[in-house]
């Protein structure tokens, strides 16, 4: 299959997205002014770009080519950038680009942008770059913030020197120079060289694989826009590597490595994956998945993502004619990432285990480290156990605990002390399946989860611990979310609604029956069949559980129910406890 055949459709995808945001029939819905007023120009930065692409490309789903009033909305926005006082690190990027395709066209971009552009830069850019420039390890403790925006700004100085280094007063513009080539190229040089060998750049929390992908896409295109990328080819096939294998075949990312989670599936920063045969694969049916589930009538704006994504795949398209297989597709195999991860294919399962340890943040106290260690997926139902976790969220970890004494002094009235960052892990890797042991405050959680058939999954849960500390509870996520349901053994369906419920698994029957994915598997046509969960005694089903939020100050929680979790909390005590997984029960009906 040749990778380019999916051009058209994300060409689609963006000019359907600009039609919700400012097109009704053929004039606009809303004057561009009176848009970004609302729109607010610090938020929806990042429709300049996909509008300037649209301006630019004549393509038969286009209304946008050439047309003099979105010239003039094009105009506007950037005017209204330009004004921003507290100018957000990504607008210079968005910008640039849109910059880079209007001067190709005679008398469109004003002579102002130039030197407007370069004030961004100087004044956004330029700062963060020389405020870390002397760090060696670009972690996120270090930058203050996440790796993958320090990538991002870094792809802006990359994108200025690429658009600007060939006119005839590059030397004397500020910043310009040969100087500043130099130091660009010399940054990117540090960036790479700080990559994990396996292919993944270390946040505070693991690799958190959606913020990765950004990291790894930011790179390629600087890499790409200096002219440096057979420079760095090894390491960013090695990072398309890394990402096709911590990637379902429903596209959902495995979570278990991210320390925030959405449930976050086709997603769009993976051009870069397109570098290997086997993320070409990747690629293309994660664009046939956008396509699929367009909106088209949202209006919630043209991430600059599609966008990336298309001139990514556009130009990788030319490196090779075919894909390959993805990784998932055929046999069994497992993937081990240094100490950190393990990836098991088994008969139709995956599992994934992690002991990574997330780096303290003094913002947690002595909540830190809340990490979910296994998640589970099935050809033909999906992702059975999110293995999602939050930062600062104890109810969401594996195992969680709390005190009523440090070091046997009392802590003040009314308040508890979770688990605190736990000690040595390791991963064991068995025929069957995966373990993962870790230590924590007074006791030592330890999950196996096993696949002996193909129908069949085991999830073993222990908590080796000082004889006071029991009960430790161990927390696993279904994959139930809001507007699903499920069956329990008396025959009872359940909403997941707006109405909040705790169901032991006494009341459910011991048992519980989820519906499949729409999609379960988009390489294979394994069919879809429902999932039985049988559920150990005391276990408990919890809904709503409001994750951790960290970029909302104020309630620190997501507050839209449908970003909102369904826990199953299970009591452990010695004898530890036992989750058994069915696929396609024979003796329970799915809750359709």
């Not at 950004?214 to 390629?220: E, G, P, V």
């Not at 909106?295 to 390959?324: C, F, K, M």
Request: proline share 6%; glycine share 6%.
């Amino acid at each position: 299959m040749n990778a380019l055949t999916n051009s058209g459709k994300l060409l689609e995808i963006i000019f359907e997205e600009l039609d919700a945001i400012f097109l009704a029939e053929d004039r606009f819905r809303m004057p561009p002014d009176t848009w970004f007023e609302e729109a607010k120009a610090d938020k929806n930065w990042h429709v300049l770009y996909p509008l300037a692409y649209a301006w630019t490309t004549e393509h038969p789903a286009n209304r946008f080519y050439r047309r003099p009033e979105v010239l003039d909305a094009l105009r506007i926005i950037a005017g209204r950038l330009f004004q921003c006082r507290n100018v957000y690190l990504r607008i210079p990027y968005t910008v640039l680009r849109s910059y880079e395709l209007l001067r190709d066209v005679p008398g469109t971009v004003d002579v102002g942008w130039k030197p407007q552009i370069q004030a961004l830069v100087r004044s956004a850019t330029m700062p963060l770059l020389l405020d870390r420039e002397l760090l060696t390890r670009f972690s996120s403790p270090n930058l203050g913030y996440g790796t993958n925006h320090h990538a991002y700004v870094l792809l802006c100085l990359a994108a200025y020197v690429s658009v600007f280094r060939n006119d005839d007063d590059f030397e004397h513009m500020d910043p310009g120079g040969a100087a500043l080539v130099d130091y660009t190229v010399s940054y990117l040089d540090r960036f790479f060289d700080y990559m994990h060998p396996d292919g993944y750049w270390v946040e505070s929390d693991g690799p958190a694989l959606s913020y990765n992908t950004l990291s790894a896409q930011c790179l390629y295109l600087a890499a790409r826009m200096l002219g440096l990328l057979d420079r760095y080819l090894d390491r960013l096939k090695r990072a398309a590597w890394f990402t096709a294998v911590t990637m379902y075949p429903n596209l959902s990312m495995m979570e278990v490595m991210n320390g925030r989670s959405q449930f976050r599936k086709g997603a769009m920063r993976l051009g870069f994956t397109g570098l290997i045969p086997e993320g070409a694969s990747l690629t293309d049916k994660v664009i046939d998945f956008l396509y699929r589930t367009r909106s088209g009538r949202t209006g919630g704006g043209v991430p600059n993502g599609l966008v990336y994504l298309l001139d990514s795949y556009r130009e990788i398209s030319a490196r090779h004619d075919a894909v390959a297989p993805h990784v998932w597709v055929t046999g069994d195999r497992t993937e081990r990432f240094s100490d950190d991860y393990a990836v098991k294919r088994r008969n139709s399962w995956i599992a994934v285990v992690s002991n990574q340890q997330f780096v303290p943040r003094p913002e947690g106290h002595w909540n830190l480290d809340y990490t979910a260690l296994i998640g589970l997926y099935h050809d033909s139902f999906g992702t059975v156990l999110y293995g999602c976790n939050s930062k600062d969220d104890p109810l969401a970890s594996t195992f969680h605990k709390t005190f009523d004494s440090f070091d046997g002094a009392p802590l003040p009235q009314g308040r508890l002390m979770w688990q605190y960052l736990p000690g040595r892990g390791r991963i064991d890797c068995g025929e069957d399946g995966l373990r993962v042991y870790r230590e924590y405050r007074g006791f030592e959680g330890i999950v196996d989860v096993s696949m002996p058939d193909c129908r069949s999954a085991v999830v073993r849960l222990h908590a080796r611990a000082r004889r006071s500390t029991y009960p430790v509870f161990a927390t696993l996520q279904p994959a139930l979310k809001y507007a699903s349901r499920f069956r329990d053994a008396h025959g009872r369906i359940h909403e997941i609604s707006a109405d909040p419920f705790r169901l032991t698994a006494e009341e459910l029957g011991g048992t519980i029956v989820i519906d499949p994915e729409d999609t379960p598997n988009c390489f294979l046509d394994a069919g879809k069949s429902p999932a039985a969960l049988y559920l150990p005694p005391g276990a408990v089903l919890i809904w709503p559980h409001a994750m951790w939020d960290p970029y909302d100050l104020v309630n620190h929680r997501f507050v839209d129910i449908d970003k909102m979790s369904v826990l199953l909390e299970i009591p452990l005590g010695p004898e530890g406890a036992v989750l058994n997984i069915e696929i396609d029960p024979p003796s329970h009906a799915a809750a359709r």
